[in-house]
C-alpha cells in the first residue's frame, strides 16, 4: 500500500528584471531581508522569504508582484537570479508533482504553494493612496518600448557658486501621451553601456509638474534633478544618469519609462490639507503638488498647505524664489538651513518642533496627508518629531500612526 507523498513544493517569490528600475525599495522594505541586490538584478533569497507580501505595495512598477510554483530542491538561486535578463517561463515539473501531491494528500503541499501571508507592520508610511486620490497610469513604456521625449529647457536652480547643482528639466512629449499624477516618477535610460557591458539601468526621478502639465495644457513634465559627483562616502564618481540630463541642451532627446507609482499621491478632494516636507530634489513631488493646488485655489480648492523644506544653505535650496513669491495665505513656508555660517544647524524635524501647534493642530484633522521625500536620514527624524509633537498635544502617537498608514494618510519617500 502506498502511504502519503509529502512533496516539498515552493512558490518561489521573484523580481522581474525587465520591469525593475533598481529603486531600492523593496530590499529597504522587507522585514527580514530576505532581498538583495548585485549591480545587476534584486533578487530575492527562497530560503528566507517567507511571502509576507510587506514590499508589494510599496513597489512603483509592480516588478516585485512575479511567483513561480517549483520544487524546493529546485529553487533558482540568487546567483542564477542575478544572471537574468527576463524572468524564466512557468515550468510543467513543479505544477505535475503539485497535483500529485494534492492527489495523494501530501502533507503540507498546499500551504507551501502560496505565499504565507504573514500580517507585518514593519513598513513606517502608507501603502495605499488617499482614498480620493486618482486613479493613475503605470508601466505604459518599458525598457523594450521607451518613449522618446524632448528637451524643451534646461536649467540651473542653485547658484553657480554653490557645490550643489540641482537643474529644471522639462521634457515634452508631443503627441505621444504621457499621464501622470502629481507624486509619481518616470525612468530616464541613459546612453552608453556599464563596465560589464549591458546597457545601463533606467534611473527614476519623482516628476515635478503637476498632471496637467509644466506648462498648463502642455504634453509636458518636468524634473529636479541634482548632478552627483561623490558617492555617500564622499569618493569621487560622475553619477551616469545625473550628470547626463544636467548636461541636456535644449532640442536633445532622451528615452522615458513608466510612468511609476500607485500610492504617493495627493488627494483629490478640495478640502484636504497637505503637509509636506522635503529636503532638496525631494521637493519634486512637493513642487508638482503645490502648482496643482495652486491652479485649482481659484476653483473652490480651500484645504491647507504646510511646508517643512530644508537644504544646506539658501543658496543650495531649489526653487526658492519661487516659494517665496508665493501667497502667505496659500502656503504656509518654513525653511531649515543646516550649513549656513555663522548660524547654529537646523534640520526639518528642528522647524516642526518649533511650528508643533500648528502641526498638531493638522494632526487633529482627519483631512491632512503627510508627505515625506529627501535622503533616508531625515526619515527617522522627522517621524520622532511628528511622535514627540503629536505626545505633546493630547494625540497618542501610538494609536495615529497606524492609522495615519491605515488611511492612505503618511507617505514616505526616502532614498
Known amino acids: 500500500m502506498n502511504g502519503p507523498v ?49 514590499c508589494v505595495s510599496p513597489c ?47 502533507v503540507g503541499a498546499q500551504a507551501a504553494a502560496e505565499p504565507a501571508g504573514i500580517e507585518v507592520d514593519t513598513v ?24 522618446r521625449a524632448t528637451v524643451v529647457g534646461n536649467y540651473r536652480l542653485t547658484e553657480a557658486a554653490t557645490e550643489s547643482d540641482i537643474h529644471h528639466i522639462v521634457l515634452d512629449f508631443g503627441t505621444t501621451p504621457f499621464p501622470v499624477l502629481e507624486g509619481q516618477s518616470l525612468g530616464i535610460l541613459p546612453p552608453g553601456t556599464a563596465p ?83 529636503t532638496g530634489t525631494g521637493s519634486a513631488p512637493m513642487r508638482a503638488m503645490t502648482e496643482y493646488r495652486r491652479r485649482r485655489r481659484l476653483k473652490g480648492a480651500t484645504g491647507k498647505l504646510m511646508l517643512f523644506f530644508g537644504a544646506r544653505t539658501q543658496e543650495e535650496l531649489p526653487y526658492f524664489g519661487p516659494l517665496l513669491n508665493l501667497p502667505k495665505d496659500f502656503i504656509d513656508t518654513n525653511f531649515a538651513f543646516s550649513r549656513t555660517p555663522g548660524q547654529p544647524k537646523r534640520y526639518v524635524q528642528d522647524v516642526m518642533r518649533e511650528r508643533a501647534a500648528d502641526v498638531a493642530q493638522l494632526l487633529r484633522d482627519d483631512s491632512t496627508y503627510i508627505y515625506v521625500c529627501g535622503l533616508k536620514g531625515m526619515e527617522d527624524g522627522v517621524l520622532q518629531a511628528l ?24 507617505h514616505l519617500e526616502t532614498y
Open 6 to 54: 509529502s512533496i516539498e513544493v515552493l512558490k518561489q517569490h521573484l523580481i522581474d528584471p525587465e520591469i525593475c528600475i533598481r529603486c531600492n525599495t523593496c530590499e529597504e522594505t522587507c522585514p527580514i531581508d530576505a532581498i538583495t541586490h548585485d549591480d545587476n538584478n534584486y533578487v530575492v533569497r527562497a530560503d528566507v522569504c517567507n511571502g509576507c507580501m510587506a
Open 60 to 106: 512603483p512598477t509592480g516588478a516585485i508582484d512575479n511567483w513561480r510554483t517549483v520544487l524546493r530542491a529546485e529553487a533558482y538561486s540568487i546567483d542564477e537570479q542575478f544572471t537574468w535578463d527576463v524572468l524564466p517561463a512557468q515550468g510543467t515539473t513543479a505544477d505535475d508533482a503539485l497535483r500529485a501531491g494534492q492527489a495523494e494528500g501530501g
Open 387 to 410: 511622535q514627540a509633537i503629536a505626545d505633546q498635544h493630547g494625540l497618542a502617537w501610538e494609536t495615529l500612526w497606524p492609522k495615519l498608514k491605515r488611511d492612505g494618510r503618511l
Open 124 to 147: 513606517r508610511g502608507s501603502t495605499v493612496p488617499p482614498w480620493s486620490a486618482a486613479k493613475p497610469y503605470v508601466n505604459l513604456y518599458t525598457h523594450k518600448a521607451p518613449l
Open 196 to 278: 560589464d557591458g549591458r546597457a545601463h539601468h533606467a534611473r527614476q526621478y519623482s516628476i515635478a509638474s503637476p498632471r496637467d502639465g509644466e506648462r498648463k495644457g502642455y504634453n509636458n513634465i518636468s524634473l529636479t534633478v541634482k548632478r552627483v559627483t561623490q558617492d555617500y562616502q564622499g569618493k569621487r564618481v560622475d553619477g551616469v544618469c545625473s550628470n547626463y540630463l544636467c548636461d541636456l541642451k535644449k532640442g536633445d532627446t532622451v528615452e522615458v519609462i513608466g510612468p511609476f507609482g500607485n500610492t504617493f499621491l495627493m488627494p483629490n478632494h478640495a478640502d484636504s490639507h497637505l503637509l509636506m516636507i522635503c
